[in-house]
């Protein structure tokens, strides 16, 4: 039997990743682009150029500057609560998480709860109908 | 020894570097072997001696200095590091590089692994229902810009050494050598409040596996610019030819990139 928890439906994390990607297009663009800086410089130091790959230093540290940019930006501008869980204080987080599993917890015993009164319920009509007749003991 | 090798190098028709025995390599494979033998011991809680471990970092670094103090000798003062050699040695570090990229790759893949499709034992979700995941805009975000600004002090120094800039060089690798110790501090502070472990979870495996890959990775990167300002100080790099100085910026605009994935994977959109 699977946990209440299952029940509800959660944002996966790739889910999540794909929709903040299609929300905010930039993080992952500068992102591709400080790699493709990074990998550039690479190849202009094995070809012994070192003024082009410092260059691509400059752009690099410049893309990753945009990328933090964004993803920052991004976070004020969406009112983004969710940033590395929680915005508040670690006792407020500690308060919610809590309650959080206070409330599965109470969900798990509801259900519980529920599939033994409907047992008590079937055994009762079971055991009605036996006094009746209306079946046959086995 | 030096009186040889001038005379080797006048009469040598090739411009390869040939080169001799050295201890470093066989002493350096006895010293991991220590290493990890003391280290998975104390995992296992077989013993509790941090001092073994100590010493066994202790001889790592010291063997590595030794095998670099050859290698600056070889390269300024004999003059085995030719063009050609110079060359072999950039492709050498890059394909380092690849390697190193790959275990990145391979740790982000174990991150996601465990992310995509959360087991049942941590409650199917992720991050598990009892890890409470690090604030992304707390200390981790100061340890992002730490290193994106060390990244342009790097560029910096490596511009200025090319102009033929002593101190604005030696001044660029000075903050950014800074700038990498304070990272390290900050993490290992980070490590120090962090509400779960190592055993918290296979949330906690997997965080401090891939920030802990990239924090000995700046440990070690930061050594090697403490190398270079070294030689940087005792004239060894010139403004044309600094093959150390150009693998040790990779190196460092290498992690740099990891850390931007591993920022936003781990602390941002990933949790």
Same mark, same amino acid.
């Given at each position: 039997?699977? *946990?209440?928890?299952?029940?509800?439906?959660?944002?996966? #994390?790739?889910?999540? #990743?794909?929709?903040?990607?299609?929300?905010? *297009?930039?993080? *992952?663009?500068?992102?591709?682009?400080?790699? @493709?800086?990074?990998?550039?410089?690479?190849?202009?130091?094995?070809?012994?150029?070192?003024?082009?790959?410092?260059?691509?230093?400059?752009?690099?540290?410049?893309?990753?500057?945009?990328?933090?940019?964004?993803?920052?930006?991004?976070?004020?501008?969406?009112?983004?609560?969710?940033? @590395?869980?929680?915005?508040?204080?670690?006792?407020?987080?500690?308060?919610?998480?809590?309650?959080?599993?206070?409330? #599965?917890?109470?969900?798990?015993?509801?259900?519980?709860?529920?599939?033994?009164?409907?047992?008590?319920?079937?055994?009762?009509?079971?055991?009605?109908?036996?006094?009746?007749?209306?079946?046959?003991?086995? | 020894?030096?009186?040889?090798?001038?005379?080797?190098?006048?009469? &040598?028709?090739?411009?390869?570097?040939?080169?001799?025995?050295?201890?470093?390599?066989?002493?350096?494979?006895?010293?991991?072997?220590?290493?990890?033998?003391?280290?998975?011991?104390?995992?296992?809680?077989?013993?509790?001696?941090?001092?073994?471990?100590?010493?066994?970092?202790?001889?790592?670094?010291?063997?590595?200095?030794?095998?670099?103090?050859?290698?600056?000798?070889?390269?300024?003062?004999?003059?085995?590091?030719?063009?050609?050699?110079?060359?072999?040695?950039?492709?050498?570090?890059?394909?380092?590089?690849?390697?190193?990229?790959?275990?990145?790759?391979?740790?982000?893949?174990?991150?996601? +692994?465990?992310?995509?499709?959360?087991?049942?034992?941590?409650?199917?979700?992720?991050?598990?229902?009892?890890?409470?995941?690090?604030?992304?805009?707390?200390?981790?975000?100061?340890?992002?810009?730490?290193?994106?600004?060390?990244?342009?002090?790097?560029?910096?120094?490596?511009?200025?050494?090319?102009?033929?800039?002593?101190?604005?060089?030696?001044?660029?690798?000075?903050?950014?050598?800074?700038?990498?110790?304070?990272?390290?501090?900050? &993490?290992?502070?980070?490590?120090?409040?962090?509400?779960?472990?190592?055993?918290?979870?296979? +949330?906690?495996?997997?965080?401090?596996?891939?920030?802990?890959?990239?924090?000995?990775?700046?440990?070690?990167?930061?050594?090697?610019?403490?190398?270079?300002?070294?030689?940087?100080?005792?004239? &060894?790099?010139?403004?044309?030819?600094?093959?150390?100085?150009?693998?040790?910026?990779?190196?460092?605009?290498?992690?740099?990139?990891?850390?931007?994935?591993?920022?936003?994977?781990?602390?941002?959109?990933?949790?």
């Amino acid at each position: 039997m699977l *946990p209440s928890s299952v029940d509800k439906p959660r944002e996966s #994390l790739a889910q999540n #990743l794909i929709k903040k990607s299609k929300q905010q *297009p930039l993080v *992952p663009l500068f992102a591709v682009l400080t790699c @493709g800086a990074l990998y550039l410089s690479g190849k202009a130091i094995r070809q012994n150029n070192a003024r082009l790959a410092n260059r691509m230093f400059y752009w690099r540290v410049g893309f990753q500057a945009l990328t933090l940019g964004a993803l920052i930006g991004g976070a004020y501008y969406y009112n983004d609560t969710d940033v @590395g869980g929680f915005k508040g204080t670690p006792q407020e987080m500690l308060l919610k998480k809590s309650k959080e599993r206070e409330q #599965l917890w109470i969900e798990e015993l509801e259900r519980i709860d529920r599939e033994s009164k409907k047992i008590v319920e079937s055994k009762k009509t079971e055991s009605a109908e036996l006094d009746n007749g209306s079946i046959e003991k086995q | 020894m030096m009186q040889k090798n001038m005379k080797t190098n006048l009469y &040598q028709s090739n411009p390869f570097h040939l080169v001799k025995p050295s201890p470093w390599p066989m002493y350096l494979v006895f010293g991991l072997f220590g290493f990890l033998l003391n280290l998975t011991m104390m995992m296992h809680n077989i013993t509790d001696n941090y001092m073994m471990l100590l010493i066994n970092v202790i001889t790592l670094i010291y063997i590595g200095l030794l095998w670099s103090r050859d290698i600056m000798g070889e390269a300024t003062y004999l003059g085995e590091h030719t063009s050609k050699v110079s060359e072999g040695l950039n492709m050498g570090f890059l394909l380092f590089l690849m390697t190193e990229l790959m275990w990145f790759f391979g740790m982000f893949w174990a991150y996601f +692994y465990s992310a995509l499709t959360p087991s049942v034992e941590i409650g199917e979700i992720w991050p598990p229902m009892s890890i409470m995941p690090m604030q992304a805009t707390d200390l981790p975000l100061f340890n992002t810009l730490m290193l994106l600004m060390s990244g342009a002090t790097m560029t910096y120094s490596h511009h200025a050494l090319m102009a033929r800039n002593r101190f604005n060089s030696m001044f660029g690798l000075f903050l950014t050598m800074l700038l990498g110790f304070l990272f390290i501090i900050c &993490q290992y502070f980070e490590y120090y409040y962090c509400s779960y472990t190592l055993a918290d979870s296979v +949330y906690g495996s997997v965080f401090f596996m891939l920030t802990g890959l990239h924090g000995m990775h700046v440990m070690t990167g930061t050594l090697l610019l403490c190398l270079n300002f070294y030689r940087l100080y005792n004239y &060894q790099l010139t403004s044309e030819k600094h093959t150390g100085f150009n693998t040790s910026i990779l190196l460092w605009h290498f992690l740099d990139v990891a850390w931007l994935f591993v920022y936003i994977v781990c602390y941002y959109w990933g949790v």
